[in-house]
């Protein structure tokens, strides 16, 4: 299936149909249906029994076959998940040998007498041994085998996989649109959430989370030192990675920034109040200062590193900004 926001976005790709490449980039913001609109193509471009503007028809064999994920000239690359008991804050990773294993039968005829098809997902979290064997069959392709490529951020990609795929931008929904999808699922506090979110629809329920997430924005509004600690050693007992927190207080500075301008915040208008509070009684050169030490850290959000221990660090930081002291 393709979402409603994306079908304008299908009828282009297939007016390029008859001169379809050997490779596609899929880009877009995050969950926003890029993974989604790229299986549907993948499965068009199985089907047996293409339908109007090369819709597949969901009842040919390959169609069977790609709805119960066994065709066999259908492959899909995407990170290995930790496995049960490991650590949620492992580095996900496409790896060589997942590469290896999908590339080795392209070399062999296609099962279904069709084309093959492989979906990389998201393509960005390839390590550099996986982006150069995939390289490697992107410059000499086989016969009737297409690349889609899906990325979140096509400027991690190696400059020369960019260049062998034809690019295509996804549009992310309208605010309306991602609102309705929202209000169609039922979701709790839709707006709250889309505008977390940055207006995409598509994130995983995590409920756990979204409940630390509000107690920390209320120690953000009226901070407290011995709370901070707690609040630090609460988080690291969930065994989040670091990146999650990182991404939680960046954008509580981001909208505080616009509120020193007299902007209204991007990402928690429910605190709209409490943030120009913050905003009223801080200088923007001490915010940029601790913006910029999340932006040190970011690199290492999914490393193995004491996450209490930095978690700590940058609410001490953030209570010396509240409190207008240097850093």
């Known amino acids: 299936m393709i979402y409603p926001w994306h079908e304008s976005a299908w009828r282009q790709l ?7 490449p050997n490779a596609w980039l899929l880009t877009g913001r995050r969950d926003t249906g890029k993974t989604a609109f790229a299986r549907h193509l993948a ?3 199985l089907c047996e029994q293409p339908q ?20 066999p000239d259908y492959y899909e690359l995407a990170p290995e998940l930790p496995a049960e008991g490991e650590s949620a804050r492992k580095l996900l990773q496409i790896k060589i040998d997942a590469v290896r294993a999908v590339l080795s039968p392209l070399l062999q005829s296609s099962v279904r007498g069709g084309l093959r098809v492989v979906l990389v997902q ?7 041994q996986a982006a150069n064997a995939l390289l490697k069959m992107l410059e000499e392709p086989p016969a009737s085998v297409v690349f889609l490529l899906v990325t979140h951020n096509k400027d991690r990609l190696l400059p020369t996989i960019k260049s062998r795929c034809r ?3 996804l549009p992310a929904p309208s605010a309306e649109e991602a609102l309705d999808y929202l209000k169609t699922q039922n979701t709790p ?37 011995l709370t901070m600690l707690d609040y630090a050693a609460a988080f690291d007992k969930q065994k989040w990675p670091l990146a999650v927190f990182l991404d939680w207080l960046h954008k509580w500075l ?25 905003a009223s009684r801080t200088q923007g050169t001490t915010l940029f200062q601790l913006v910029h030490t999340l932006d040190r850290l970011s690199p290492y959000g999914r490393h ?24």
């Open 14 to 20: 297939a007016a390029q149909w008859s001169n379809r």
């Open 167 to 169: 690019p295509f931008l």
């Open 122 to 128: 998201p393509a960005e979290t390839m390590n550099i």
């Open 52 to 71: 109007a503007e090369h819709q597949p028809c969901g009842s040919c064999p390959s169609c069977h076959l790609f709805a119960q994920g066994s065709h």
């Open 304 to 327: 193995t590193l004491s996450v209490r221990m930095q978690i700590e660090n940058l609410l001490t930081s953030y209570l010396a900004f509240w409190q207008n002291k240097p850093l």
């Open 189 to 225: 506090q839709a707006e709250a959430l889309l505008a977390f979110h940055s207006g995409a629809p598509l994130f995983a329920a995590e409920p756990e989370q979204d409940a630390m997430r509000e107690e920390l924005c209320q120690l953000l509004a009226k901070p407290r030192l």
């Open 254 to 278: 981001a909208d505080t920034a616009l509120a020193q301008q007299n902007l209204p915040p991007l990402y928690y208008p429910q605190h709209q109040a409490a943030i120009f509070q913050v």
């Open 43 to 45: 499965q068009a471009l």
